[in-house]
């Protein structure tokens, strides 16, 4: 009775705004209440509206992961049901999952009989039936840099669930049913870890199948959908209690840590696109505050001042699928001069000499290394990220070493130079994937210490956003109980050494406005039911100026391409870049096909070296 009366109403008096209020007085009040749901509910549908846009967090997993680490990760269920799988995030294209056959394929190579890959969690394909067929496979060898391997996977797809209700189906990944790595000694080492995408230079990854990518279905297609095709991450440090913040649609604030960078990422038409390039201007010491460890309170000039054949600035990528730092044999040789480490060539890094003095007055001190970057793609600009020796102190676990053994992660490389997650434990990052039509910009800013405000400030990025704001937060205050400073020395208080003479300058950012998101609204707008649904209303308005600009384009279906085998996907193995490409590293070339894709009426062929 109660439907037929209000349908009743709704027919007659659509359009007659007097009409409607005198035929509400002659409703029963038992009824009234109804009547009016029903005209909110009308009008939450006609006008699209199910849930104000706001910024989606990602869940860690309550463990930290090696051999390298401990690094922190991110926690997911994949399949039907649902199984956990813990994995780096900050991938580009498809996410890399290590399947359940990989401890049983392990034995063909490795004699442990240990499954490390289990620590994080397997994903056993023949238990989901939501998994996809195949869209391709392949075996091979991998190499690059100063590291080679074999993997065995396959592209195809299934659902994820990131949390919070919400479930993503047709997802696109690499499963690795059996890979492994080979470090210059010669020896094989597991696959521990995946890698989860958060997006790519399109909003979708067609090969053989149409699979979807996570940010991009939660910005276009979910029922809590992101304000912007984007993500920001600050992977923190689990030696350090300092937690891992991701974000689909926006960032936690909190993790800037004063003034910030932008820059383009490498278009769709490079190999693979979306990679976070920039241009390295400098590599110094410091010292925060307090004495110094060395005779010196900074030096400049470890990149290039030791070889007169390196360049700077010297283009590098920051990676979340590598754990080192990705330099130059002779950049690590010039800041290992000023540590204590030995060399060990059989893994290619540094170990740190725990018995000498100084070490423990670096790594637990407000020294620092500095990298110093062009600001805003520009030559007359820099910012500098300040990575703490307390974060550099890091540890390798077995299988690569028989004991716990801490190491400064240096790995020299002549081909590809990248920063990896020892760096990013002290470095926020975000990517505006804007309307997924392969062109986009990336930001940069020193992450806070383990004082941090551990309360998130959720800000959105708008989309196509080609900045985000400074904050005022301080640096140096999210690590002062931290620190144990060391006494000043007049001889080395006010003293600078540089290999090179150069000393790059910090530039400050202008003040820039900032909204935040501080909930989830449904409203319903005008005249009497304005009355009824009250404050939320307010929170659909600014949602839906905020996202007005991207209404139209977010639910068009890209026709683009993604990676396929032909390049190894994305964090398919731990110390390689984005996607393999065998000693090429040249982020700037064009190529005639979508990034890394096989063309589906040409014929297959599968490239692994």
């Known amino acids: 009775m109660q439907t037929s009366i209000a349908q009743s109403f709704l027919a007659h008096n659509r359009l007659r705004p007097e009409a409607s209020l005198r035929a509400m007085n002659t409703i029963p009040n038992t009824v009234r209440p109804f009547i009016l749901f029903v005209l909110c509910h ?255 309170s900074r030096k400049t000039g470890l990149l290039s001042g030791s070889n007169s054949s390196l360049t700077a600035p010297l283009t590098v990528e920051l990676d979340f699928t590598r754990p080192y730092l990705y330099l130059p044999q002779s950049t690590c040789d010039s800041i290992a001069s000023t540590l204590p480490v030995t060399f060990n060539p059989d893994l290619g890094l540094y170990l740190w000499k725990t018995d000498d003095e100084i070490y423990r007055k670096i790594v637990t001190s407000p020294a620092y290394l500095s990298f110093i970057f062009q600001k805003d793609s520009t030559y007359s600009r820099n910012i500098t990220i300040k990575v703490p020796f307390a974060l550099l102190n890091l540890t390798l676990e077995p299988p690569l070493v028989s004991e716990a053994t801490p190491y400064f992660p240096c790995y020299p490389s002549d081909n590809v130079y990248s920063l990896g997650r020892a760096f990013l434990q002290a470095a926020f990052v975000a990517e505006d994937f804007g309307t997924g039509k392969g062109y986009g910009s990336w930001f940069l800013a020193q992450a806070p210490g383990p004082g941090l405000v551990d309360v998130p400030d959720q800000t959105t990025i708008e989309v196509s956003s080609s900045s985000i704001p400074a904050t005022d937060n301080s640096w140096e205050a999210s690590w002062k109980s931290h620190w144990t400073a060391l006494p000043s020395s007049k001889a080395t208080s006010n003293s600078a050494a540089s290999t090179s003479g150069s000393n790059a300058s910090k530039s400050g950012s202008s003040d820039l406005s900032r909204e935040t998101t501080i909930g989830i609204g449904v409203g319903c707008g005008v005249g009497a039911a304005a009355l009824v649904c009250g404050s939320a209303w307010l929170f659909v308005i600014r949602r839906r100026r905020n996202s007005r600009q991207s209404a139209g384009e977010a639910n068009s279906p890209s026709t683009e391409e993604g990676p396929g085998i032909k390049i190894v996907p994305t964090g398919y193995w731990q110390h390689v870049p984005a996607e393999l490409r065998g000693n090429d590293y040249d982020l700037s070339y064009g190529i005639p096909e979508a990034p890394g894709s096989l063309p589906q009426k040409h014929e297959h062929r599968y490239e692994l070296s």
């Not at 992961?65 to 780096?88: E, M």
């Open 42 to 296: 009308w009008f939450i549908l006609s006008r699209g509206i199910t849930e104000a846009n706001s910024i989606f967090p990602l869940t860690w997993s309550d463990k930290s992961f090696g051999p390298d680490g401990p690094w922190q990760a991110v926690s997911v269920g994949i399949g039907s049901p649902s199984q956990t799988v813990a994995l780096y995030p900050g991938g580009r294209w498809t996410s890399t999952i290590l399947l359940s056959t990989i401890c049983d394929n392990q034995t063909s190579w490795s004699s442990s009989t240990k499954c490390y890959a289990d620590d994080a969690g397997v994903y056993n394909r023949n238990e989901s039936p939501s998994a996809g067929d195949d869209a391709a496979n392949t075996a091979g060898q991998w190499s690059d840099a100063s590291l080679s391997g074999w993997a065995a996977q396959n592209v195809f797809y299934d659902n994820f669930d990131i949390g919070l209700g919400s479930t993503v189906p047709n997802v696109s990944m690499t499963g690795l049913s059996d890979a492994y790595q080979t470090y210059p000694n010669g020896r094989n080492y597991p696959i521990e870890v995946g890698i989860l995408s958060m997006g790519a230079p399109a909003l979708t990854h067609i090969w053989g199948y149409t699979m979807t990518f996570i940010a991009s279905y939660m910005y276009t297609t979910a029922s809590r959908r992101t304000p912007s095709y984007s993500y920001g991450i600050h992977i923190g440090s689990a030696k350090l209690g300092i937690p891992g913040s991701a974000w689909l649609g926006g960032y936690d604030s909190n993790r800037i840590m004063g003034e910030t960078s932008a820059q383009p990422f490498t278009p769709f038409a490079t190999n693979p696109g979306g990679n976070l390039v920039i241009k390295l201007q400098d590599i110094g010491l410091g010292v925060a505050t307090g004495g110094s460890p060395w005779s010196y």
